[in-house]
């Protein structure tokens, strides 16, 4: 878990800085764009976890049930507050890289399951802010609290290895890489570097 904070601190930074949601007062607005900027980020990852499952075994797929992260974006996309809004966020995906081992498995999962924890804190402070939108996604299914401790259980026992921890950096920093590519593509003003 240190080496994957560490690896990760200024990207997690400075998504957390610039995200739509991480305006001072966000809007329904900034919501939409959130979820567009998440779904573009997440689709090909998700596509690539599917497509190729867990070829070396004892990743993430192989610990924690599949939630549909996916489903939970759109389903808030298509909730009519939000029903014809023009998208900010550029709609091309980035291409999701083809490799990945297990530790590049974690890596990835890393970013996807932490923003679940991010949520929970953004539904508690944009709730009542943006009702009567039910902010399903923010919101999950339940507290990510044990989810993420079955998670950094597995992670701990399959990443232990320096080239195993190496690997698992890697495939958080593609991650963030990603969404902070689109992120730049849909924002005037650059954020990190990818």
């Known amino acids: 878990m240190t080496a994957l904070r560490q690896a990760t601190a200024q990207r997690h930074a400075e998504l957390d800085s610039r995200t739509p949601l991480a305006a001072e007062a966000p809007d329904l607005r900034a919501y939409h764009d959130h979820l567009r900027l998440l779904e573009a980020w997440l689709a090909p990852i998700q596509q690539w976890l599917d497509r190729d499952g867990d070829p070396a075994?004892?990743?993430?797929?192989?610990?924690?049930?599949?939630?549909?992260?996916?489903g939970l974006i759109r389903a808030d996309l298509a909730h009519p507050a939000l029903a014809g809004m023009p998208s900010l966020v550029n709609g091309a995906e980035v291409r999701w890289p083809d490799d990945g081992g297990a530790a590049y498995r974690w890596g990835v999962a890393y970013v996807i399951e932490g923003s679940q924890l991010g949520g929970a804190v953004l539904y508690k402070r944009l709730a009542q802010r943006l009702a009567p939108h039910p902010l399903g996604y923010l919101r999950g299914e339940g507290s990510p609290g044990p989810r993420w401790q079955q998670f950094l259980a597995g992670l701990r026992g399959a990443v232990s290895m320096p080239e195993q921890?190496?690997?698992?950096?890697?495939?958080?920093?593609?991650?963030?890489?990603?969404?902070?590519?689109?992120?730049?593509?849909?924002?005037?003003?650059?954020?990190?570097?990818?």
């Open 165 to 194: 921890i190496e690997d698992a950096c890697r495939g958080a920093r593609q991650a963030f890489d990603c969404l902070i590519t689109l992120l730049n593509n849909s924002s005037a003003e650059p954020a990190g570097r990818p």
């Open 57 to 70: 075994g004892g990743g993430p797929q192989a610990t924690l049930a599949r939630r549909d992260y996916l």
